[in-house]
């Protein structure tokens, strides 16, 4: 398969602080693909580069722990949503027409076709490429998607390191959607209870605007589980199957979910 076995991963996973004291990545290259390139060069780690693959219920912290997770391996956060949610803001004549109908499936929650998300993925293969790693976040969504990447990776030579899949019952995960707010500017993640900014809807790290998302409404919230259920939970077979798979509880604080995530990463 081309990919480390459990036991191969030499990789520090820090248990405090972010690498170096720099500023986050800007993402450009991730958030608007072609040839837009990021401002700051990777932090290339000591030992190798982590390749996450993310995944759980929508609403699970996933954006949290990416957060997170990011500041300290010294990776980058590459979401298929912030792609959506960045695109949004452009300009109408700014949006190809399949942008376009790609916002239309994200405002009711249902996901963009196969086609459209792989086009955009493989106008930002430098980013896989990274020398700094990467973690995908909401992507890949479904079994084509997954075999999709697995087929890129293997062409590119990329080696996975694990695939997290976060898990917590469905009434805690629709609790934490409705208090969910994410920076205007930056994209970073609060919870209005769990995680609150410093000042009330102003972000710690860019002082940004916060937002509730247009698909944190319940209707939306509904059809987004809805697809989850039926098109994202086969990948937790999909890459057990490979032997990356490591499924961690979601429950309890930002913090104790990542010590989790480093403990069972580090016994690997
Ligand atoms: P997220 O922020 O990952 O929850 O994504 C927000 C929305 O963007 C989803 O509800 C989908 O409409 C769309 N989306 C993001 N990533 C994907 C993907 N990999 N496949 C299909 N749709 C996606």
Redesign the pocket.
Same mark, same amino acid.
């Not at 976040?137 to 479904?142: E, L, V």
């Given at each position: 398969m081309g990919y480390h076995t459990p036991m191969n991963l030499t990789q520090i996973f820090p248990e405090h602080g972010p690498v170096a004291n720099l500023p986050k990545h800007d993402r450009n290259a991730w958030l608007k693909g072609g040839g837009a390139l990021c401002e700051m060069p990777p932090r290339v780690p000591q030992g190798q580069a982590w390749r996450i693959v993310l995944l759980g219920a =929508?609403g699970i912290g996933k *954006?949290t722990q990416a957060e997170l997770l990011c500041e300290r391996l010294g990776t980058c956060q590459l979401?298929?949503? &912030?792609i /959506?949610r960045n695109a949004k803001c452009l300009q109408e004549h700014e949006q190809t027409p399949s942008m376009k109908d790609a916002l239309g /499936?994200?405002r009711q *929650? $249902?996901? +963009?076709p &196969?086609t459209t +998300?792989l086009g955009l993925i493989r106008d930002r293969l430098r980013c896989l490429r990274c020398s700094g790693g990467f973690l995908l &976040? *909401? /992507? =890949? @969504?479904?079994v084509p998607?997954a075999e999709a990447l697995e087929k890129i990776l293997q062409e590119e030579n990329i080696q996975l390191s694990a695939v997290l899949n976060y898990e917590l019952p469905i009434e805690r995960i629709v609790a934490r959607i409705s208090g969910r707010r994410t920076c205007s500017k930056c994209k970073a993640v609060y919870h209005v209870a769990n995680r609150p900014p410093k000042v009330a809807d102003v972000c710690d790290h860019c002082g940004g605007s916060l937002f509730q998302r247009e &698909?944190d409404r319940p209707e939306s919230v509904e059809v @987004?589980m809805k $697809?989850y259920a039926t098109s994202t939970s086969p990948l937790i077979n999909f890459y057990q199957q490979r032997g990356l798979l490591l499924t961690i509880s979601a429950d309890g604080s930002p913090e104790e979910i990542y010590q989790r995530t480093r403990l069972l990463a580090l016994g690997r």
């Open positions: =929508p *954006g979401s298929t949503g &912030d /959506f /499936f994200m *929650g $249902a996901l +963009v &196969d +998300v &976040d *909401g /992507f =890949p @969504r479904t998607q &698909d @987004r $697809a």
